[in-house]
């Protein structure tokens, strides 16, 4: 099992950035659970909304319009889990996600690369999944293997499994993956199954968990829904992953970004919640800027360090797992 360095302790040896009083915290979360309940989530997923009801929100089946009471908001933060195990096949790459530990993970999905023998500039293919999956087996620094590029030479409807079996056969790490809807969630957790020896094994060790993003503003759409449904009744953990863009997809400044962001993210953990009670989620962020002259999202950029720098103390402040993207 690894142990990693702790972050933001009042050591000398340690790092810390505080970005937000304990006051500034609790008046971001006021702000969020008034959008919650008055603003609302769209969610267009029949069986979400249907979950979302039964657990007491305010549901508009007809807009797809879901309005939650702060109290299960609340309630919902309290029931997730605090600490969560992040197994690997081989149990020396076992993380544990507790307090402020930091662990390390490759970036994804990548489109491209250049190949490292042509130097030609490509779309990536099924054997780059696995030769970047080997590689980050290989690399001590990395603690857990993100699916890293896109397979390009498969059909699009069937990628999701085809990178399922080229990481899980290349990697004895924990794997993140996304799996685009229930449907293939099912069918990735028979792979892992396999994997891990049988569904019983895998609940008790889970190889993989999932990435889902909430598209902003304020929606969890089909497939988000559906993987965080489907996540909570098989015990695998969820990282809700909110990817808004301060300018374009969310408001023009930070701080109104952090707050959609901070709904989105809440959203997604209270369909957990509600779901199955205790169910593993990650509050998760690669919240941006988008940069208004190329039209791009930089995610190296100043303000997406700000923004989860924020988004790191909110996941403290309530004593949720975080996921944070960096450049």
């Keep these: 099992m690894r142990t990693n360095v702790i972050a933001g302790m009042s050591k000398v040896d340690g790092f810390g950035l505080h970005a937000f009083s304990e006051e500034e915290l609790y008046a971001i979360h006021c702000a969020t659970v008034d959008v919650l309940e008055h603003t609302g989530i769209k969610v267009p997923c029949r069986e979400a909304l249907e979950i979302f009801a039964a657990g007491g929100a305010t549901v508009d089946f007809k807009k797809k319009v879901v309005k939650i009471p702060q109290y299960i908001v609340e309630e919902a933060i309290q029931s997730a889990p605090s600490t969560i195990l992040l197994a690997g096949r081989d149990p020396k790459h076992d993380i544990v996600l507790d307090g402020k530990r930091v662990h390390f993970i490759n970036f994804g999905e990548g489109i491209s690369i250049i190949d490292p023998k042509t130097k030609e500039y490509r779309p990536t293919t099924k054997q780059d999944v696995a ?35 080229v990481i899980f056969n290349n990697t004895a790490k924990h794997v993140f993956i996304g799996t685009e809807g229930g449907r293939n969630f099912k069918k990735v957790f028979q792979m892992a199954a396999l994997v891990a020896g049988g569904e019983d094994k895998l609940r008790e060790r889970p190889i993989f968990s999932c990435n889902v993003c909430p598209t902003s503003p304020l929606q969890l759409v089909d497939h988000c829904a559906e993987v965080i449904i489907e996540g909570a009744r098989a015990g695998i953990a969820v990282n809700v992953l909110s990817m808004a863009m301060s300018g374009a997809t969310s408001p023009i400044t930070l701080a109104g970004t952090l707050l959609t962001h901070n709904a989105e993210v809440l959203s997604g953990i209270v369909l957990s919640q509600l779901t199955r009670k205790g169910a593993p989620v990650l509050y998760g962020s690669s919240t941006t800027i988008m940069d208004l002259r190329f039209t791009t999202a930089p995610v190296g950029s100043p303000e997406l360090a700000m923004i989860n720098a924020g988004v790191a103390k909110l996941a403290q402040y309530y004593l949720l797992p975080s996921w944070v993207a960096g450049g």
């Excluded at 999956?133 to 059909?155: E, G, S, W």
């Design 131 to 165: 030769d970047i999956t080997r590689f980050c087996d290989a690399m001590d620094q990395i603690d857990a293997v993100l699916r890293p590029v896109a397979p390009h030479d498969v059909p699009p409807e069937s990628a999701v499994l085809h990178n399922a079996e």
